[in-house]
Every structure is written in C-alpha cells, then in structure tokens.
C-alpha cells in the first residue's frame, strides 16, 4: 500500500538548515552585541541619569531635572521604570530596543512625547511616591478612573 507520508528531508539539506540556523543566530548576536557596545549599553544598567545624556535629544530633559524638586530625591529610573527587579529590568530593555530603534532609524517625534507604556509605569511611580496626597487628591473611596497625575504635571521632574 503506498504511503501519504514526506520522507525527512536528506541529510545534508538537514545539516545545512541547522548550520544556516546557528549561523544567523551568531550573526545577529554579533551584531547586537556590538551596538550594545558601541552605544556605551552597559551605562543604561545602572542609575546614573547622565546615561540619558547618551541621547543628545534628552539634554532639556536633563537640565530640567538637575534644577528641579525631584533632583534630590530621585533619578530617571525612579520615575521611569518599575520598581520590581524584574519590571525595573524588562522597561529598560524594552525602553533600550524601542529607543535604539527609533534613534538608529530616525524616527521619533520631536519634541519627545510619552507613550502609553512608559506613561503607565510613571503615573504608578507618582502614586507610589506620593501617595498620601494622590489619595487626598483622589478622594474616598474606590475609583474606577483614578486621576490622571500627567494630565497637570506633565512637565514635573524636568
């Protein structure tokens, strides 16, 4: 009786697959490896906000925050990203590819505005920092739509 089944493919064309496979993934780890150390990525592992300098379209954000209230109590990662190891880590890395991106590729929007991820991240970081007064502002209660802190400090830390 004949058989409907493919036969696996030859066994070079198999090892060939694999080696193109592992090839373009060496490739491409290279080479992300390599702008990661051409763009100074290991400062954006740390605190230190002077990474943020690295983007020379941060520079007004920066010099808004070294004049401001929040320079003595907090950097960009307090505001920026979460405060799990984990969330903390996973919005800088998926900050660091969405910005790489749109810096390598030319496209950002100028002046720089927030996007529902990181706006998100920063409405919470304004919550937890401030709470007593978010809840006063808040009122009673359980809310549905808490306030919206960026609405009126939008500008706030830099």
Not at 1 to 21: D, G, I, K, Q, V
Not at 107 to 121: D, G
Request: proline share 6%.
């Amino acid at each position: 009786m004949h058989s409907e089944r493919s036969s696996p493919p030859p066994r070079s064309a198999a090892r060939w697959l694999a080696w193109a496979s592992w090839a373009a993934l060496g490739l491409f780890s290279g080479v992300a490896l390599l702008t990661f150390a051409f763009a100074g990525g290991t400062a954006y592992l740390r605190d230190d906000p002077k990474a943020c300098l690295n983007c020379h379209i941060m520079r007004e954000q920066y010099q808004g925050w070294q004049v401001g209230a929040h320079r003595r109590v907090a950097t960009c990662n307090d505001c920026h990203t979460g405060h799990s190891i984990a969330a903390h880590y996973a919005s800088k890395a998926v900050n660091g590819f969405n910005h790489s991106w749109a810096f390598t590729t030319d496209r950002f929007p100028e002046p720089l505005r927030i996007n529902a991820f990181n706006r998100r991240i920063a409405e919470a970081n304004c919550r937890r920092c401030h709470g007593a007064l978010v809840q006063a502002v808040d009122g009673p209660g359980p809310h549905p739509e808490p306030g919206d802190c960026l609405r009126c400090h939008a500008d706030m830390g830099h």
